[in-house]
């Protein structure tokens, strides 16, 4: 959706709002809550994933989430 100016509307996320979106991306991405998510992320478990499409687009929104 665009503004009068032609440019992408913004929308600003509450941080439940970033964590309920980083929470279902995880689950349809990895199959695991956003809480899973995070916590494995922190560990490290994903350090050999980090590359592969669907790990990425979920860490692109942790800082949605904190």
Do not use: C, H, Q
Request: proline share 5%; glycine share 8%; hydrophobic share 40%.
């Amino acid at each position: 959706m665009a503004s009068r100016n032609g440019l992408p509307k913004i929308r600003t996320l509450s941080r439940r709002e970033g964590f309920a979106l980083l929470d279902r991306r995880a689950r349809a991405e990895l199959g695991v809550s956003g809480e899973t998510f995070i916590r494995r992320w922190k560990a490290g478990r994903y350090a050999k994933r980090a590359d592969r499409p669907e790990v990425v687009r979920v860490a692109m929104l942790l800082p949605l989430a904190r």
